[in-house]
């Protein structure tokens, strides 16, 4: 599947000091293409424009300017049912419904009128690394680090050719946070679902990234593989965000 953003603006009203409201920019003149089964982290500070960027793609915002296209097709003509069945998205914090884990997982499937079973059900849970729990246990007794792989396993139901993830390790610790990049990097070798990964955490991208974009105050700033960013970066403001210096 290709990505295509061309022009991307977006902005927000906020109050300022003064009670009048003013526009900040959360992207500016954002052009970049994502294609192929490979995983593209997009880094930078907070505030940088990141989970902005990933809504849009999803359909979840619209931007003021400029184009998305999937496959070349306009997203606007694309029903947002089907184009979050083709494009799935993990958030930052587990999203999951109250009930079971079945419950969960045959959501999506439902949705699209897809038959669903519990064998079915196994094999997401095998993929994931949690075949040994039970489909009928209730969500809210898993730890946040079981949860979030649910969160996988449940856009995997889909059959999703893209993946978004919105800092899906930020409230893991680093073990478990190991853990998820590993079946991260699991998800787009073996199933061959392009992965577009959102994160503030430089050596999470430098471990699992083929290609990095890096966003600053909204702009995109460097692109391109993951090796020539991390070891000749071409401007001075990825050379300091590689330091820890933004």
């Not at 064998?119 to 730890?143: F, H, Y």
């Not at 699991?186 to 430098?206: F, P, R, Y």
Request: proline fraction near 4%; charge should be positive.
């Amino acid at each position: 599947m290709k990505i295509t953003i061309q022009n991307v603006w977006k902005t927000k009203s906020i109050e300022a000091d003064n009670g009048k409201l003013r526009e900040l920019k959360l992207l500016s003149d954002i052009n970049i293409e994502f294609c192929g089964s490979c995983i593209q982290a997009i880094l930078g500070p907070s505030g940088s424009g990141k989970t902005t960027l990933l809504r849009l793609i999803n359909k979840l915002d619209s931007p003021d300017k400029g184009h998305i296209l999937i496959d070349d097709v306009p997203i606007n003509s694309i029903p947002p049912r089907q184009l979050r069945k083709d494009i799935g998205m993990v958030f930052q914090v587990p999203a999951l419904f109250r009930g079971t884990i079945f419950n969960n997982l045959s959501f999506g499937p439902i949705l699209y009128k897809k038959e669903f079973n519990t064998e079915q059900a196994k094999r997401l849970l095998k993929i994931v690394g949690l075949n040994d729990i039970d489909l009928s246990r209730d969500i809210d007794s898993l730890s946040v680090g079981q949860q979030q792989r649910i969160s996988f396993a449940r856009s995997l139901a889909n059959e999703p050719r893209v993946l978004l993830l919105d800092e899906p390790t930020s409230a893991l610790d680093p073990s478990a946070a190991n853990n998820l990049l590993d079946l991260i990097k699991k998800i787009n070798k073996e199933m061959g679902v392009s992965i577009i990964l959102v994160s503030h955490i430089m050596e999470h991208a430098q471990r699992i990234a083929d290609f990095i974009c890096l966003l600053v105050e909204g702009r995109i700033v460097e692109n391109g593989t993951a090796s020539s960013f991390f070891k000749q970066p071409q401007t001075g403001i990825a050379q300091k965000f590689i330091r820890g210096e933004l």
